[in-house]
């Protein structure tokens, strides 16, 4: 591969942290994205040539020039779908001649021959791979991993604690958006969840588990992990995995052990160890051939135990040592956006999460709910991608009726034009019980202090975390005046 490399959409998760990666080795790496944000204004500091206009002009002068002499051996050109295909200076290095890369490709280059652990899901797959790749270097075993969210403990989307070593891990988020997952070949892999979602991409969630069972089948013999709400789904939707034997875990029953279930991992719900905020949450992680194990830590919800034990597992099978993983966990700080309390001070909060889904926003939602015990819980949600919110509607108002106050926001398109009739209206419609309003975003401010949150949960993973800061600002308007 050249090392020289352009990325189209360099501002996306995935697409810095291989960005990163390329300019740890020393590779020439510049990009274009649409948005300024702290992703790119933190590329350009550490070296890497970001433009936002999209603009022939702006590309580095060797770029320009092997794109008038159509010399396209010097580039490689790396593309993610989010980036519309109609984009014109996509159209003008494909008419130049050169090999558009998608960042899955790329991905799955890096991949081959060296030992892969992979996380797959429609939900958890950040949380519990940035887990692992956490738990890897607590224990001191060399790896590599390319993150879906930004680790709080590192500031950034890669992890580079394997320098010096011939073959470290390599963890890395198995996106089941385009098919993307199915370039990697994982020495092991968990699937964490598959709920329908992506039917953009996929149609019928029958052809999306058909394609989880196809990656399932690329593992190595022996390295397969599924969450036991998975099995039967995958089973039946995806006759290739019939001859899997994968290991299996998820929710013990409080009755039985592990060895009753013979399951390779699998936790207890326990719930939080104290009434207070401040308080940690607790389960119990049972791992096959070894004593049960209590865990406090900061990560609230069965959800986000489910996520700990398919990282433990994994790390487990990368050689660390079992009885180091609760401690590990302990000292876990989070991942930006997930759960992550921005502000808490005099009986007041924020939270911000990354829930696009249904099932994400509802653990999301019951996760605040065991935080911050009989406090008011106001919601604010922002719909990610109009086609998401006509397939799961009736599902948004169902888990957004839980809140007692919620706050929607305008759709977040991202990739994609309007569809008619489509609008947050249509979820508030819907929802039972709960006070729920649809500013336009001029009024949103107001609309929240005519609301008196305690408790703001923001919801989404579109760009509502702007408001985050003037929200805590207006929440707190009184104290700061007076």
Known sequence: ?????????????????????????????????????????????????????????????????DILQKRTDRWTIVWTPAVPSEFSLLGRLRQAGFTVHKRAQILGKLSENRPVLAIAGTHGKTTTSTLLAHLLHTGK???????????????????????????????????????????????????????????????????????????????????LLWHVDVVKPLQKAALNTQALTPEIYGELDPKSTLSDRGWAAGYAEVGPSGSEPTAKAKFMLHLKDHPPMEVLWNMPGPHNAANATAAAYLACRAGMDPAAIPSALAAFPGV????????????????????????????AIAAARQTFPGRRLTGVFQPHLYSRTQDFMDGFAQALSELDNCLLLPIYAARENPIPGVDTQGIGEKMVGCPVECPPEIRFLDALEQMDPEVLLFMGAGDLDRWIDPAWDRMNKDTTTS
């Open 336 to 363: 930006a956006r997930r759960f992550e309390i921005k502000y808490r001070s005099g009986g007041k909060a924020i939270i911000d999460d990354y829930a696009h889904h249904p099932t994400e926003v509802q653990g």
């Open 141 to 223: 075993i060399p790896v590599e991993a390319f993150l879906g969210g930004i680790s709080l403990g590192e500031g950034s989307n890669l992890l580079m604690a394997g320098r010096g070593q011939d073959r470290p891990w390599m963890v890395a988020e198995a996106d089941e958006y385009d098919r993307s997952f199915l370039t990697l070949h994982p020495t092991c892999a968990a699937i964490t969840s598959i709920d329908a979602d992506h039917l953009d991409i996929y149609g019928t969630h029958e052809q999306m588990l058909q394609a989880f069972g196809q990656f399932s089948t690329q593992v190595k013999a022996g390295g």
């Open 1 to 65: 591969m050249t090392q020289r490399l352009f990325f189209l959409g360099i501002g996306g998760i995935g697409m810095s942290a291989l960005a990163r990666w390329f300019h740890a080795q020393g590779a020439e790496v510049s990009g274009y994205d649409r948005n300024n944000t702290a992703l790119t204004q933190a590329l350009q500091k550490e070296g890497i040539g970001v433009d936002h206009t999209g603009a022939t002009t702006a590309l580095p002068l060797s770029l320009q020039e």
